[in-house]
């Protein structure tokens, strides 16, 4: 009979665990003495599954019993599978500093990757608000709009600066037609005075991602966190080390894994620390620069409501560029020729040789040159010899006594395709006589 002692809790959940792709117990011992198989799933489900002190303490008082026994042997009894696994465990000397150890080797790279890339984007934020000149050209309009609207009013007309938490209001003084406001006229005049001004939108993709990081405080933090953690796992890899196992039939590999582990991750820990550094000095550079001279580091601002204001600023500049013009009218999207048998047939092998892909009003099917020159007010005069399309309006057009091969040069086809409508009329084409 199987000898069960655990609460029936921590023996289902147990016995889930060994049913969840485990592997039998035996193997479990010797990978984690080997250190492989484990990823960091299943490793933090065996760290979830740990025997209590309480678990512990039943198992012992039931082997304590075993061995009372005159024929009594703790090897031989015959436990549950939940039992059997915690036993097998409890084998294992050291072994939550060992999983620990273990689990935070796993973690630690995109712990590093995750606050590195937060940092950077930080950093890198507080130097574009300080150093792009399109942001101190906007706030210097800003300051000299506001001094003018200000005028004659005591103490508000000589202004050296204002507080930053205004940039985003500044949209809601309207026109006196409220179809305008100050911030587009201002992102006008500052077009007119930088033609590269559109290019505003490329100065800011790092402020443009502070919504995603955390408050400096929160980085600092995470940052301490990594710092502390390698420092205390370093520790504690060194006393497991002093513990190895020798006795399990495989090579006990924690010293060799975890020793490569911390000296090849010293360094990028040190880099973490130095980044934040880094990035907290620019961050205060950043708010002193647009303080009011009174800052001290101790009341610093939150860094989100400082990057917010700055970020809703900009997108609000973003939203007040007018829509670059549009180019109007149709693209001649080949070139026209002619061979010498189109020349040869006169007007009618011309014809047939011009095509011009032009669209619709509405942007739709291709139209073909000859069924334009049907409807257009260009006649023939009976004769073997065309009349050049002198204009495309409604006044007769004198005969000509030049040559149908000139005919290609003195086509207009950029006109014709442009004022197309103009040329739907009821006049028909008439087939000239052959020579």
């Known amino acids: 009979e199987k000898v069960s002692v655990l609460d029936p809790k921590v023996a289902k959940s147990v016995g889930i665990l060994l049913r969840s792709g485990m592997p039998e117990i035996n193997v479990v011992k010797e990978s984690l003495i080997s250190m492989k198989f484990f990823d960091e799933e299943r490793l933090q489900k065996l760290i979830t599954n740990l025997p209590s002190a309480d678990d512990k303490k039943q198992i012992k008082i039931r082997q304590e019993q075993e061995k009372k026994n005159p024929d009594g042997n703790v090897d031989s009894i015959n436990w549950a599978p939940p039992e059997k696994f915690f036993v097998m465990l409890g084998s294992i000397p050291m072994l939550p500093q060992r999983l620990n150890c273990w689990m935070f080797s796993l973690q630690l790279d995109e712990m590093i990757n995750s606050i590195t890339t937060e940092l950077t984007i930080i950093q890198r934020a507080c130097v574009e608000i300080q150093n792009e000149d399109r942001l101190k050209m906007l706030i210097s309009a800003i300051l000299a709009f506001g001094n003018y609207m200000n005028g004659g009013k005591k ?5 050296d600066g204002f507080d930053i938490a205004l940039l ?5 003084t309207k026109t006196s037609d409220k179809k305008s406001n100050l911030l587009q006229f201002i992102v006008q005049q500052c077009m007119k005075r930088d033609p590269d001004f559109r290019e505003v939108k490329k100065d800011f993709p790092n402020l443009m991602e502070t919504n995603n ?11 301490m966190k990594i710092v502390n953690n390698f420092k205390s796992r370093q520790k504690e890899s060194e006393r497991v080390v002093k513990n190895m196992i020798t006795d399990a039939g495989v090579s006990d590999n924690f010293q060799n894994v975890m020793t490569k582990f911390f000296e090849e991750n010293k360094t990028r820990v040190e880099g973490v620390e130095k980044l934040y550094s880094k990035a907290e000095k620019s961050f205060h550079d950043v708010v002193i620069f647009f303080g009011d001279g009174q800052t001290k580091p101790k009341k610093m601002p939150k860094s989100l409501d400082f990057f917010k204001v700055f970020r809703t600023f900009m997108e609000q500049v ?3 560029l007018p829509k670059p013009e549009r180019k109007r009218g149709a693209k001649i999207t080949s070139k026209m020729s002619f061979d010498k048998k189109a020349q040869a047939k006169g007007m009618a092998g011309i014809i047939n040789a011009i095509k011009v892909k032009s669209q619709s009003p509405k942007g739709g099917r291709k139209v073909k040159f000859s069924k334009l020159l049907k409807h257009s007010p260009i006649k023939l005069d009976g004769k073997s010899n065309p009349v050049s399309p002198g204009s495309l309006g409604s006044k ?3 005969n000509s006594k030049k040559k149908s091969k000139n005919l290609a040069d003195k086509l207009d086809i950029g006109q014709i395709g442009t004022r197309r409508k103009s040329l739907v009329g009821s006049l028909k ?4 006589p052959r020579p």
């Open 396 to 398: 007769k057009l004198k």
């Open 168 to 172: 985003p209001k500044v949209r809601g």
């Open 429 to 432: 084409k008439r087939t000239p």
């Open 155 to 159: 103490g508000k007309e000589r202004a």
């Open 213 to 223: 990081t955390p408050e400096m405080d929160e980085a600092k933090g995470s940052m």
């Open 318 to 320: 973003f939203a007040a």
